[in-house]
């Protein structure tokens, strides 16, 4: 037995059989939609396909995250059982979560002396975030040790790609991202951004896109241009999409007919509700192992 648990964000966007398989534990954020007060527990309080069907109709969500007693009480129930925590957190360029995670910790370790408590920024989000995870369960079952688990996320996190397209403008009118009049004519003529994120771990918007069967192909290129081996790539590649599973299949096609030594099948899971609040339905977004973020 390793002696410490990995924890995340539910936004890591996993299924609770792959965190449960994995032993991966994690801790959910919240979410209204009409005023109506959800946990993201991974689409059991209400099924993804409803949770978009609602936001398409016009329902408001809003977000929020995991609070500081919220994860003082998580984190103490692994300490009492004689436990060391590693928590890997949601980007801090998207989110403040990782200062509720802190101010737990801080609290804890004079109460705990001696166990350990590790606040780590994934600089990810969504299933990318997700598949830094998987990667860091994998050195925990070689027999890694608490420190060297630490220090893998810390050198490998930057390598992790991001690459998202939408095929809905709506939510970003919504949230202020690009203006109503940007967002009319790129409707109207089929405009699809692409965006990735970048060392910061920030959404940066890339390229403007005319087409979905453009905008597929060109995710993964990118794919092709920054993953480690180029077309030789060996490793895992995962898919997250806020229903439109459609496009996803499209992208997850592709990759697995031009990176023949993929490990295993493309994995497909859902943009959950925190991020999905804010993207909205209609994103894709690609996860692999890649070069280092420098930008």
């Not at 929020?64 to 949601?90: M, P, R, T, W």
Request: hydrophobic share 40%; with cysteine; charged share 25%.
């Amino acid at each position: 037995m390793a002696g410490y648990i990995i924890s995340c964000c539910s936004t890591a966007d996993l299924s609770r059989e792959h965190f449960e398989k994995r032993d991966i534990h994690y801790v959910c954020f919240h979410f209204s939609l009409d005023r109506r007060q959800y946990t993201d527990d991974l689409g059991e309080s209400i099924p993804f396909k409803d949770f978009y069907a609602a936001m398409a109709a016009g329902a408001e969500t809003k977000t929020s995250q995991v609070n500081a007693d919220e994860f003082e009480k998580y984190f103490e129930g692994f300490l009492k059982q004689g436990l060391d925590v590693i928590h890997v957190c949601l980007s801090s360029g998207i989110s403040a979560v990782m200062n509720s995670a802190v101010i737990a910790r801080e609290t804890l370790i004079k109460k705990y002396p001696e166990r350990r408590i590790e606040v780590v920024d994934s600089l990810g989000a969504s299933s990318g975030y997700g598949l830094l995870m998987d990667g860091l369960a994998d050195r925990r079952d070689a027999g890694c040790t608490f420190d060297e688990a630490k220090d893998w996320l810390l050198d490998n996190r930057l390598k992790l790609h991001h690459w998202f397209f939408s095929v809905d403008l709506t939510f970003y009118v919504k949230g202020g991202r690009i203006s109503r009049a940007a967002g009319w004519f790129g409707t109207a003529l089929h405009i699809c951004p692409l965006l990735n994120m970048d060392k910061l771990g920030r959404l940066t918007p890339r390229s403007k896109i005319r087409g979905r069967k453009k905008v597929v192909q060109e995710i993964v290129l990118q794919m092709e241009d920054h993953a480690q081996g180029g077309r030789a790539y060996s490793g895992k590649c995962y898919i997250s999409h806020s229903d439109c599973i459609e496009d996803a299949k499209a992208v997850a096609s592709l990759v697995e007919k031009w990176f023949p030594n993929l490990d295993g099948k493309v994995e497909i899971n859902s943009v959950g509700t925190t991020i999905g609040s804010h993207t909205g339905p209609g994103t894709v977004a690609l996860f692999f192992w890649g070069d280092e973020r420098n930008d």
